[in-house]
């Protein structure tokens, strides 16, 4: 299992929100590129950037803070927020990001996530921001009926490789992740999914790769010191060391 640091801009900083409100924000880093040297000196393999303004936006922002993040680490990293269009994802590989995560548009237009995968296969992930189940879109500031199950589904038989999949209510609270969620999604797909929110501790790590998680996204719980990401990386490692 993979530990992505998070890494989200707004305004050109590294912020944390709580359950994705934009008024419960915290500040982090002027430069995120200082955040993201950070995490990979503490041994990150890729990083999770979230471009917020975009994601609301509905297109790219925060290009130049991205750009100064793949200028300074040379770990992969993915990127999300405000990618709708083709051309969209042709800008973001050609600044050096190495895989995109399709959010509203995967609701909007699912013919757009076939036409990526099938041009960049497994480069493509489809971000699940669920909240009591049900798929937000445009920043998670709106809300459809969509169950993140039925639509993953439907998009891992198109061949998408890899879902991020968020439960809202907890992102940022540190009250720990929707395992339930987790492991009904990891149930019904053959795909990787990468848990995202509520993770605060070892232990919350430990029950995500359990379930059979494929990566597991750390923000608060990094930025706040709860979590140590160079001893988080160490447990991973351990437990899926041969015995």
């Given at each position: 299992m993979i530990l992505y640091p998070a890494i989200d801009i707004r305004g050109g900083r590294c912020v944390r929100l709580v359950e994705g409100d934009f008024d419960?924000?915290?500040?982090?880093?002027?430069?995120?590129?200082?955040?993201?040297?950070?995490?990979?000196?503490?041994?990150?393999?890729?990083?999770?950037?979230?471009?917020?303004?975009?994601?609301?936006?509905?297109?790219?922002?925060n290009g130049q803070a991205i750009a100064q993040i793949r200028a300074a680490?040379?770990?992969?990293?993915q990127l999300g927020g405000g990618l709708r269009l083709l051309t969209d994802l042709e800008d973001a590989f050609s600044a050096g990001v190495d895989r995109a995560i399709l959010g509203t548009v995967a609701l909007r237009d699912p013919e757009l996530v076939i036409s990526a995968v099938a041009r960049w296969g497994d480069r493509?992930?489809?971000?699940?921001?669920?909240?009591?189940?049900?798929?937000?879109t445009d920043g998670w500031l709106g809300q459809t009926d969509a169950r993140a199950v039925e639509v993953a589904q439907r998009l891992?038989?198109?061949?998408?490789?890899?879902?991020?999949?968020?439960?809202?209510?907890?992102?940022?609270?540190?009250?720990?992740?929707?395992?339930?969620?987790?492991?009904?999604?990891?149930?019904?797909?053959?795909?990787?999914?990468?848990?995202?929110?509520?993770?605060?501790?070892?232990?919350?790590?430990?029950?995500?790769?359990?379930?059979?998680?494929?990566g597991a996204i750390i923000g608060r719980a990094l930025y706040d010191g709860r979590i140590d990401l160079a001893e988080a990386i160490a447990l991973v490692e351990r437990s899926e060391a041969p015995r």
């Amino acid at each position: 299992m993979i530990l992505y640091p998070a890494i989200d801009i707004r305004g050109g900083r590294c912020v944390r929100l709580v359950e994705g409100d934009f008024d419960r924000e915290t500040s982090y880093d002027s430069d995120p590129s200082l955040a993201a040297c950070r995490w990979v000196e503490a041994g990150a393999e890729w990083l999770h950037v979230v471009d917020l303004d975009g994601a609301v936006e509905g297109k790219p922002i925060n290009g130049q803070a991205i750009a100064q993040i793949r200028a300074a680490v040379d770990v992969p990293m993915q990127l999300g927020g405000g990618l709708r269009l083709l051309t969209d994802l042709e800008d973001a590989f050609s600044a050096g990001v190495d895989r995109a995560i399709l959010g509203t548009v995967a609701l909007r237009d699912p013919e757009l996530v076939i036409s990526a995968v099938a041009r960049w296969g497994d480069r493509i992930a489809v971000a699940l921001d669920a909240r009591d189940g049900r798929l937000a879109t445009d920043g998670w500031l709106g809300q459809t009926d969509a169950r993140a199950v039925e639509v993953a589904q439907r998009l891992a038989r198109s061949r998408v490789r890899h879902f991020v999949y968020t439960d809202i209510r907890r992102d940022g609270t540190l009250t720990g992740p929707n395992l339930q969620g987790l492991s009904e999604l990891i149930e019904h797909i053959d795909a990787g999914v990468i848990a995202s929110g509520g993770i605060a501790s070892l232990e919350d790590i430990t029950a995500v790769a359990t379930i059979g998680a494929s990566g597991a996204i750390i923000g608060r719980a990094l930025y706040d010191g709860r979590i140590d990401l160079a001893e988080a990386i160490a447990l991973v490692e351990r437990s899926e060391a041969p015995r």
